[in-house]
């Protein structure tokens, strides 16, 4: 099972500040099977970036999704009061089949 | 829009089984995605629980798979879960949730269920 680990555990910024958000994997992952999903108390996840970079249908351009070996990084360029909330990267793994989720990152207004 | 509601007991006894529903509305069961179950303890990360296709072939989480049984009924455009000798550490929210249309990512989610395993 490949791990992720999401840092920072706690990110405080204000609005109108650059997020900066990291999610390393334990072993090689292709790219094809990263995602990142926000999540607002008492809400379900929102998928927000599939296959590392592309962002999913309605997503702001402000969200953008980068990969670099087994590391990947979620950016918020300029952060919107609605964009403070657990943010989870995940990746797929085929064999055996299956999904797995990094402890997310919550990003909280300073 | 594909939409999924969950349905259920909300509160099971220690040892007994935990069953819910999902039901898929805005279309088709059969259309040839994933079928997948999502957990997340109060105040914990998320916990993929298994996936099943429209023709019945499902996939399990390793650390689940001797407790969890997914099925579904493209009849009723329906597919569950079951999980057997639940314990309170398998209190939780229950999402059901469809595969993304690019796939390698869950792009659909119902609003979530919590059940609670208490006596």
């Known amino acids: 099972e490949i791990v992720l680990t999401q840092s920072p555990g706690t990110l405080s910024l204000s609005p109108g500040e650059r997020a900066t958000l990291s999610c390393r994997a334990g072993?090689?992952?292709?790219?094809?099977?990263l995602a990142w999903y926000q999540q607002k108390p008492g809400q379900a996840p929102r998928l927000l970036i599939y296959?590392?970079?592309n962002r999913a249908t309605g997503i702001p351009d402000r969200f953008s999704g980068s990969a670099s070996g087994t590391d990947f990084t979620l950016t918020i360029s300029r952060l919107e009061p609605e964009d403070f909330a657990v943010y989870s990267c995940q990746q797929y793994d085929s064999s055996p089949p299956g999904y797995t989720f990094g402890q997310g990152t919550k990003l909280e207004i300073k | 829009q594909v939409q999924l509601q969950e349905s259920g007991p909300r509160l099971v006894k220690p040892s007994e089984t935990l069953s819910l529903t999902c039901a898929v509305s805005?279309?088709?069961?059969?259309?040839?995605?994933?079928w997948t179950w999502v957990r997340q303890p109060p105040g914990k990360g998320l916990e993929w629980i298994g996936e099943?296709?429209?023709?019945?072939?499902?996939n399990y989480n390793p650390s689940l798979k001797s407790r969890v049984t997914i099925s579904v009924d493209t009849s009723k455009n329906q597919f569950f879960l079951k999980l057997t000798s639940v314990t309170a550490a398998d209190t939780a929210v229950y999402y059901c949730?469809?595969?993304?249309?690019?796939?390698?990512?869950?792009?659909?989610w119902g609003q979530g269920i919590l059940v609670a395993v208490s006596s």
């Open positions: 296959g590392a970079s």
């Open positions: 072993q090689s992952v292709n790219s094809r099977d």
């Open positions: 805005g279309g088709s069961i059969s259309s040839g995605n994933w």
């Open positions: 949730a469809r595969e993304g249309t690019h796939g390698y990512s869950i792009g659909y």
């Open positions: 099943i296709y429209h023709s019945g072939s499902p």
